[in-house]
């Protein structure tokens, strides 16, 4: 079974920065694109970013230049930066390792960003 490991949530004020992490300890990390997901109260889960083993990444269209999705193949662990957060960034961030017959999700972590 494979276990997404994500860290970094938390409440922070509209404009600041937070930076989220996944480790996927005991895979074949090359083998996924990973990526991060959000989920907003009464919404339904969206795309935010993602990044494939040769760091070419794809991300929703809104957050692009505010969000950066990295990935450290030697820790097994993704990175999502991001800045200049506001209120409707507000949801559950769920990390993603999508293979070939294969898609995992993390417990998700929360973030909240006040007004």
């Known amino acids: 079974q494979v276990q997404l490991v994500e860290s970094g949530g938390g409440l922070v004020q509209a404009g600041g920065s937070l930076r989220l992490s996944c480790a996927a300890p005991?895979?074949?990390?090359?083998?996924?694109?990973m990526g991060w997901y959000r989920q907003a109260p009464g919404k339904q889960r969206e795309l935010v970013a993602t990044?494939?083993?040769?760091?070419?990444?794809n991300y929703a269209d809104s957050l692009e230049g505010r969000f950066t999705i990295s990935r450290d193949n030697t820790k097994n662990t993704i990175y999502l930066q991001m800045n200049g957060l506001q209120p409707e960034d507000t949801a559950v961030y769920y990390c993603?390792?999508?293979?070939?017959?294969?898609?995992?999700w993390g417990q998700g972590t929360q973030v909240t960003v006040s007004s």
């Open positions: 005991g895979v074949i990390f090359s083998f996924y694109i």
């Open positions: 990044i494939g083993a040769d760091h070419g990444t």
């Open positions: 993603n390792a999508n293979g070939y017959r294969a898609n995992h």
